[in-house]
């Protein structure tokens, strides 16, 4: 029989201020990441995170803090009722967000989507129109 095995995520910063982020796996090996998501639907946050990361979104608190809820959405059915959610920042303890801000994040979340479907809405009709 095998010994139960654990994945885990270290995050945490260089000398210099620049964030890491490493994967370990129950081999012992780890890997480098910018951005991912271990357990259950991993995979789909996983190709989520590769789709929509970029540096500039890395460069914003916020923008970061809406992809990671952005990628959660994407497998999580009750908005942000069951998201948890922790941020770190270089010379600073580790912040829990409280539910209530999840909850504005998931807001500007949802705006932005009901935003960009009445925009893509829009440009069927005046497409179909020609």
């Not at 129950?26 to 259950?40: C, E, V």
């Not at 970029?54 to 608190?61: F, H, I, L, Y």
């Not at 912040?95 to 979340?109: A, G, N, R, S």
């Amino acid at each position: 029989r095998r010994p139960f095995g654990i994945s885990t995520l270290i995050v945490g910063f260089d000398y210099d201020g620049t964030p890491r982020l490493y994967q370990t796996d129950p081999s012992g090996t780890y890997h480098a990441w910018k951005a991912n998501a271990i357990g259950r639907s991993a995979k789909t946050v996983r190709e989520f995170l590769e789709k929509h990361y970029t540096d500039e979104v890395a460069d914003s608190d916020d923008e970061t803090i809406k992809l990671a809820i952005k990628a959660l959405l994407e497998v999580v059915q009750s908005g942000g009722k069951n998201i948890e959610l922790a941020v770190m920042r270089k010379g600073e303890t580790l912040k829990i967000l409280q539910p209530e801000e999840v909850d504005k994040f998931v807001e500007v979340i949802e705006k932005e989507k009901e935003a960009e479907a009445e925009k893509k809405k829009k440009e069927k009709a005046s497409g179909s129109a020609k």
